[in-house]
């Protein structure tokens, strides 16, 4: 009898820790990260533009156009940070989901000419497909945020890691799957692929409050040693794959690899609920031993308070309950820090300075990565070394994300050292790369390629945590994806305005000089160093100035950052704990 008494506990402990690990808080990030290493799929137009516009018989300005709207529907996602004030983020999840596969899958049925479209039809579908992202980033990464507000920087960088990491993961998939020679079946893979991951972690992402953990940020870094591991594996692979041949074998043995490497956060995960949950269990063996005096103090302390209150007329709780109208308080803000309101936000100048300084960071990083197959071939470069900066792009915007997000929170937390600073030497370097591309400096697109692919994927985890820093969590899901809105309106403006029109420009008059006579539906092609060189001369002026209005946010935060800016959630987690300890001792009370 007591064998089986203890054989049925154990099996209850079983199912008890089984459940503790899947609705955990570090699970949940698990998850978090999966939904994140497929929400990338915006990076990956390069690898099957050109067949849309053979199939469809597009121009170059037309695959432009294509591109901005792609470009647009990844960025404008205040919709999905709107709907994610009023709705759980499973919702959320599921409107991505939908979304993600309707858009792609549409696209996939023109250009596999399954069905015809015109190009605003295409256009709408690209945009759909890639909003699916922003209701990822919102519904998966905003949640997490939440969830682990004192370490921020690092959920920031981490999470946004994968992101930029998601084009070189799923084109290992689809290259083993299809060899790389179907790119219509690619199409179909972005479409199913992140979806699928959605559905899976609907449940699992969610806000939690969780108990405030001494290593929290240390465990973050175990995350991100992980994630750098899966990095490096693939920048290598890359490389030996740009050097020789693989099989379909080879590439099965890659992708095999590489899942494993991209579920090793599991282990972690399993160790730290393990500790959690062994942890809970020696205290709730404690409380009894404590229950009698917390009740005593509560039967003291609790009856004055509710007697007061029930003395108070219902008017003046009313009174003091109502809150005023938020178009009054447009102009009132609270203290930095504290929660704003969406509207107090967005008319603040803080809010102004950032967006200004976005756009001419995030717009001339993303128009050298938009348009980096054409600077190679207008410079001379072979073909194999244009997918080679794609790669470098894609790992060194990685690692631009994990090292500004982790790196600013280490400098924070140590030195008071402001992540707005940080933004500003950002742009800066960024400068660095633009230049090397105008002045077509030799084998220079091979640095650049690396420090525009680092600065670019730096700059989104320092912008977001600015803005939940400056405006509060509170409606941080609709102010997260405000701040995205400024990447295609710099991108309009620099990419299609100023360097798709002097590119344009430079064509032609090669043409005429040769004689020639471009005919309809024909792309224009240009060749040499002119053909980006004043437009890059104009992006780096652009970058410049706004490093300088970045500047003016440095000196208006400088107080901010030199104080405690998470002393609030350290309060806020140990007053909950008490009270759950209190609740907790009551209810082994009664049961006793």
Same mark, same amino acid.
């Given at each position: 009898m007591v064998s089986s008494k203890q054989g049925g506990n154990r099996l209850a402990n079983m199912g008890s820790l089984s459940l503790h690990v899947l609705r955990g808080p570090w699970f949940m990030v698990f998850g978090t990260i999966l939904i994140m290493a497929a929400a990338g799929a915006t990076y990956m137009f390069g690898l099957y533009s050109g067949r849309i516009k053979e199939n469809l018989g597009y121009d170059q300005t037309t695959l432009n156009t294509l591109s901005f709207f792609k470009d647009l529907g990844a960025n404008v996602g205040v919709l999905a940070g709107l709907i994610m004030e009023v709705t759980p983020p499973w919702f959320v999840l599921l409107i991505g989901a939908v979304l993600n596969f309707f858009g792609y899958f549409m696209i996939w049925l023109a250009v596999s000419k399954r069905i015809s479209t015109n190009v605003w039809q295409m256009c709408l579908y690209i945009c759909i497909g890639a909003n699916s992202q922003s209701f990822a980033n919102t519904g998966a990464l905003v949640t997490c945020v939440k969830n682990f507000p004192e370490s921020r920087g690092a959920v920031l960088g981490l999470l946004k890691g994968f992101v930029g990491l998601s084009g070189a993961i799923i084109t290992q998939l689809y290259d083993s799957i299809y060899? /790389?020679? %179907?790119?219509?079946?690619?199409?179909?893979?972005? /479409?199913?692929?992140?979806?699928?991951?959605?559905?899976?972690?609907?449940?699992?992402?969610?806000?939690?409050?969780?108990?405030?953990?001494?290593?929290?940020?240390?465990?973050? =870094?175990?995350?991100?040693?992980?994630?750098?591991?899966?990095?490096?594996?693939? @920048?290598?692979?890359?490389?030996?794959?740009?050097?020789?041949?693989?099989?379909?074998?080879? =590439?099965?043995?890659?992708?095999?690899?590489?899942?494993?490497?991209?579920?090793?956060?599991?282990?972690?995960?399993?160790?730290?609920?393990? %500790? !959690?949950?062994?942890?809970?269990?020696?205290?709730?063996?404690?409380?009894?031993?404590?229950?009698?005096?917390?009740?005593?103090? #509560? #039967?003291?302390?609790?009856?004055?308070?509710?007697?007061?209150? &029930?003395?108070?007329?219902?008017?003046?709780?009313?009174?003091?309950?109502?809150?005023?109208?938020?178009?009054?308080?447009?102009?009132?803000?609270?203290?930095? /820090?504290?929660?704003?309101?969406?509207?107090?936000?967005?008319?603040?100048?803080? @809010?102004? +300075?950032?967006?200004?300084?976005? +756009?001419?960071?995030?717009? /001339?990083?993303?128009?050298? +990565?938009? %348009? &980096?197959?054409?600077?190679? #071939? !207008?410079?001379? =470069?072979?073909?194999?070394?244009?997918?080679?900066?794609?790669?470098?792009?894609?790992?060194? %915007?990685?690692?631009?994300r994990v090292v500004a997000g982790f790196m600013s929170e280490h400098f924070l937390v140590k030195f008071k050292f402001p992540r707005t600073l940080m933004l500003t030497i950002t742009l800066v370097v960024s400068c660095v790369g633009h230049l090397l591309i105008a002045f077509d400096v030799r084998n220079g697109l091979y640095v650049a390629s690396v420090i525009i692919g680092f600065c670019f994927g730096a700059q989104w985890p320092l912008l977001f945590a600015i803005i939940s820093e400056l405006f509060g969590l509170k409606y941080y899901s609709t102010l997260y994806n405000f701040g995205s809105v400024a990447s295609p309106i710099g991108l309009y403006v620099l990419n299609v305005r100023i360097t798709g029109h002097l590119y344009d420009k430079e064509a032609k008059r090669q043409m005429e000089a040769l004689g020639l006579t471009r005919q309809k539906g024909e792309a224009l092609d240009c060749t040499g160093a002119k053909c980006f060189k004043l437009a890059f001369i104009i992006i780096t002026a652009a970058t410049v100035f706004g490093a300088l209005v970045s500047i003016i946010l440095v000196l208006r935060t400088r107080k901010f950052y030199k104080s405690d800016i998470y002393k609030k959630f350290r309060e806020e987690t140990k007053a909950t704990e008490q009270t759950e300890m209190v609740s907790t001792s009551n209810g082994n009370g009664t049961k006793n």
């Amino acid at each position: 009898m007591v064998s089986s008494k203890q054989g049925g506990n154990r099996l209850a402990n079983m199912g008890s820790l089984s459940l503790h690990v899947l609705r955990g808080p570090w699970f949940m990030v698990f998850g978090t990260i999966l939904i994140m290493a497929a929400a990338g799929a915006t990076y990956m137009f390069g690898l099957y533009s050109g067949r849309i516009k053979e199939n469809l018989g597009y121009d170059q300005t037309t695959l432009n156009t294509l591109s901005f709207f792609k470009d647009l529907g990844a960025n404008v996602g205040v919709l999905a940070g709107l709907i994610m004030e009023v709705t759980p983020p499973w919702f959320v999840l599921l409107i991505g989901a939908v979304l993600n596969f309707f858009g792609y899958f549409m696209i996939w049925l023109a250009v596999s000419k399954r069905i015809s479209t015109n190009v605003w039809q295409m256009c709408l579908y690209i945009c759909i497909g890639a909003n699916s992202q922003s209701f990822a980033n919102t519904g998966a990464l905003v949640t997490c945020v939440k969830n682990f507000p004192e370490s921020r920087g690092a959920v920031l960088g981490l999470l946004k890691g994968f992101v930029g990491l998601s084009g070189a993961i799923i084109t290992q998939l689809y290259d083993s799957i299809y060899g /790389g020679e %179907n790119p219509e079946a690619l199409i179909l893979l972005i /479409g199913w692929l992140p979806a699928v991951i959605s559905i899976v972690f609907l449940r699992t992402i969610r806000f939690i409050k969780v108990d405030r953990v001494a290593h929290e940020l240390k465990v973050f =870094y175990r995350f991100l040693y992980a994630s750098l591991g899966l990095a490096g594996f693939l @920048m290598i692979i890359i490389i030996v794959q740009h050097q020789s041949d693989f099989t379909r074998v080879e =590439y099965g043995v890659t992708t095999a690899v590489m899942t494993i490497l991209m579920f090793l956060p599991l282990w972690i995960v399993l160790k730290e609920e393990i %500790n !959690s949950w062994r942890i809970k269990r020696q205290g709730l063996d404690k409380f009894p031993e404590i229950k009698v005096v917390q009740e005593k103090q #509560e #039967e003291v302390s609790i009856p004055p308070p509710q007697t007061q209150s &029930l003395t108070l007329p219902s008017s003046t709780n009313e009174v003091e309950n109502q809150e005023p109208s938020c178009w009054k308080t447009v102009f009132q803000p609270p203290a930095r /820090g504290d929660d704003f309101t969406i509207l107090q936000a967005l008319f603040s100048v803080d @809010m102004l +300075i950032l967006f200004v300084t976005a +756009i001419c960071g995030v717009g /001339g990083t993303l128009t050298a +990565i938009d %348009n &980096l197959g054409q600077i190679g #071939e !207008s410079l001379g =470069y072979p073909k194999k070394s244009i997918s080679t900066f794609v790669s470098l792009v894609s790992i060194w %915007n990685y690692l631009g994300r994990v090292v500004a997000g982790f790196m600013s929170e280490h400098f924070l937390v140590k030195f008071k050292f402001p992540r707005t600073l940080m933004l500003t030497i950002t742009l800066v370097v960024s400068c660095v790369g633009h230049l090397l591309i105008a002045f077509d400096v030799r084998n220079g697109l091979y640095v650049a390629s690396v420090i525009i692919g680092f600065c670019f994927g730096a700059q989104w985890p320092l912008l977001f945590a600015i803005i939940s820093e400056l405006f509060g969590l509170k409606y941080y899901s609709t102010l997260y994806n405000f701040g995205s809105v400024a990447s295609p309106i710099g991108l309009y403006v620099l990419n299609v305005r100023i360097t798709g029109h002097l590119y344009d420009k430079e064509a032609k008059r090669q043409m005429e000089a040769l004689g020639l006579t471009r005919q309809k539906g024909e792309a224009l092609d240009c060749t040499g160093a002119k053909c980006f060189k004043l437009a890059f001369i104009i992006i780096t002026a652009a970058t410049v100035f706004g490093a300088l209005v970045s500047i003016i946010l440095v000196l208006r935060t400088r107080k901010f950052y030199k104080s405690d800016i998470y002393k609030k959630f350290r309060e806020e987690t140990k007053a909950t704990e008490q009270t759950e300890m209190v609740s907790t001792s009551n209810g082994n009370g009664t049961k006793n």
